[in-house]
């Protein structure tokens, strides 16, 4: 037992010794860390180099797992004699070894609080994670990259960089695994500057060699130029944001008052229904009592005939029966004197008799029928015309500009659908005609002969735009996309087949264009152009703009699929047609 604590005592101040060694060996980082953990390595067997399992103790005083220290001493006991694998003492004979308790106690507590101490698995780096530079063994998952140090540190690597005044003044990013990419691979130093001649990161080293007569700025002021670029931009997104959700404001409330009213009419509908079927119904018994009591008076009047008829027969019948007595008599005389005393039989007609034909109700019925197909024609007529594009959703079309604006639409032109000969500005609202093929990829949507584009955006519901032409003649046209692309122009021309309508000015003159039909319309002296479109209506509106608006034409149709704005020119003779923003104020 002595020896046994003598052995604990020893581990005991092993365990000191060697964790001051290891405090000045171990990163400041990682002192955090150790200090918060037992040093469980020390308690191992020297035979498994594992931790303590069921520790016995020999009379040297040291400890081993009871498992490897007996099967060490099986092997050696056939030679004679068992010694201690750590200072070689020989025990004859083999001693009987005890388990030690207390520091098998002590083992479990240290692998209990070495289990507390290790970090979640969640800490770990996984494939997709960006792992830290200086672990060692199992990563941890980086907290920052250092783009000065090029390398991703933990929570405990990172300390240094915040508590060293030097390496405090390195920039930190959210960890990354492209910090190679920020490396110059001509010069091997940090990029730092921008080439805004080349649009490209470089290093200092680049803006004074093969960049020297570039445009070039530090990466800094090239941010902060376009934080101002972006800015403008989240503007205007906002503002197209804005102005959606007020139009889906406006979509909720058309939604309500389209619930609200088709209510009303499905309850009126059904009201004015009730109120008919109820006058037929009144009608039918109307009709049904005027029958009912022709009927009764009818066969009234044919039985009274019936027993005045049947009265006479049984008086004939007694007559007859008078006759056939006398004509039987045997006596002459008796014969004689009854034919001589009968009174004359008169030969009269039989009551006037009135037989009516089976077919006696067949003009009423066919009064009824002929109400019947009445009806059914006013029915048939009046509510065929009830659809979705007719009566139900009948909607009266703006009448301001500010009611128009209050169904803009975002414009866009899509450039795969432009003919080379055309220019689409940057933000896709300016089109212009140039001598210059431009070198557009090939596309199924880009037309090959017509001078025309096409928007990106599918229209449906009730859509509004403008746009302000410039030049020579140019079009401003609706149509749907499945026009042929391939075709000469007098076949895929906007305007000319019955799915699409173009609006075009020559010298303020305008002409529209549908299915090869030309209609000359109003002059006009505006440059600016407003279309109207109500799909579910089948409705296209032109109007001119100035200070008023002005209908020059509007087309009654039937929709069936989206129609998309376009814009046609007639020739590559400078020409320019823009989409103009809206803004909901009146001009």
Not at 136 to 153: E, I, M, N, P, Q
Not at 281 to 286: F, I, L, M, R
Not at 420 to 440: A, C, F, H, W
Not at 513 to 527: A, E, I
Request: hydrophobic share 35%.
């Amino acid at each position: 037992m002595f020896c046994a604590l003598v052995s604990l005592y020893d581990c005991c101040v092993g365990i000191k010794i060697a964790s001051s060694e290891a405090r000045q060996l171990t990163p400041p980082g990682e002192m955090a860390e150790r200090e918060s953990r037992p040093d469980l390595y020390i308690y191992s067997c020297s035979i498994c180099l594992d931790s303590l399992q069921e520790p016995v103790t020999t009379s040297c005083g040291h400890s081993y797992c009871r498992k490897c220290i007996g099967q060490r001493w099986d092997v050696e006991e056939e030679s004679g004699a068992c010694s201690c694998p750590q200072c070689r003492q020989s025990f004859t004979p083999r001693p009987v070894l005890v388990k030690n308790t207390m520091l098998a106690a002590l083992v479990e507590e240290l692998k209990k609080a070495e289990l507390q101490a290790a970090p979640p698995d969640h800490w770990y780096a996984g494939a997709e994670d960006v792992a830290c530079d200086v672990c060692t063994g199992r990563k941890l998952k980086a907290l920052k990259s250092c783009l000065v140090c090029l390398a991703s540190y933990c929570e405990n690597h990172l300390q240094p960089h915040r508590d060293a005044a030097p390496l405090r003044r390195h920039k930190l990013v959210e960890p990354s695994r492209d910090l190679q990419e920020n490396i110059c691979p001509r010069h091997d130093e940090v990029m730092k500057m921008f080439c805004r001649t080349d649009r490209m990161s470089i290093c200092y080293l680049c803006s004074v060699d093969e960049h020297k007569d570039h445009d070039t700025v530090t990466e800094a002021a090239e941010r902060s130029e376009r934080r101002r670029d972006l800015e403008k931009s989240r503007q205007k997104i906002q503002q197209m944001i804005k102005r959606r959700e007020e139009n889906v404001m406006a979509l909720q409330k058309e939604v309500e008052a389209v619930d609200d009213s088709a209510e009303r009419v499905v309850e009126d509908s059904k009201e004015s229904f009730s109120q008919m079927i109820h006058l037929l119904e009144q009608q039918c018994s109307e009709v049904e009592q005027q029958v009912r009591a022709t009927q009764q008076a009818e066969v009234r009047r044919v039985k009274e005939h019936q027993k005045k008829l049947e009265k006479e027969i049984a008086e004939l019948k007694r007559r007859d029966t008078e006759l056939e007595n006398i004509l039987h008599t045997p006596d002459h005389k008796e014969y004689l004197h009854k034919f001589s005393s009968l009174t004359q039989v008169e030969s009269t007609n039989p009551s006037n008799l009135e037989i009516c034909a089976p077919s006696y109700f067949q003009y009423a019925t066919a009064v009824v029928l002929e109400l019947r197909d009445k009806i059914q024609e006013v029915l048939t007529e009046k509510l065929k015309n009830i659809s979705l594009a007719g009566v139900l959703l009948h909607r009266p079309e703006p009448k301001t500009r500010f009611e128009f604006l209050k169904h803009a639409c975002d414009i866009t032109l899509d450039p795969d659908t432009a003919h080379r000969n055309l220019m689409i500005s940057e933000d896709n609202q300016v089109v212009t005609t140039i001598g210059k093929m431009q070198p557009y990829p090939d596309h199924p949507d880009r037309f090959k002969e017509c001078f025309q584009v096409l928007s990106r955006e599918a229209l449906t519901g009730r859509c509004y735009w403008e746009m302000k032409y410039k030049g020579a003649k140019a079009c401003v046209a609706v149509g749907d996309k499945k026009a042929m692309r391939a075709g000469g122009c007098s076949e895929c021309t906007l305007g000319s087949d019955d799915k699409s309508w173009a609006l075009c000015c020559v010298n303020n003159t305008f002409t529209l264009f549908h299915n090869g039909v030309q209609t000359p319309l109003p002059d006009s002296r505006s440059c600016r152009v407003g279309v109207f479109l109500d799909h579910s209506a089948g409705l296209i509106s032109f109007y001119s703009i100035t200070s008023t608006m002005v209908l020059l034409h509007r087309v009654m149709t039937t929709f069936t699929q989206p129609l998309h704005a376009g814009v046609w020119f007639h020739s590559t003779s400078l020409s320019k047609v823009e989409i103009c923003s809206h803004e909901r104020t009146e001009v």
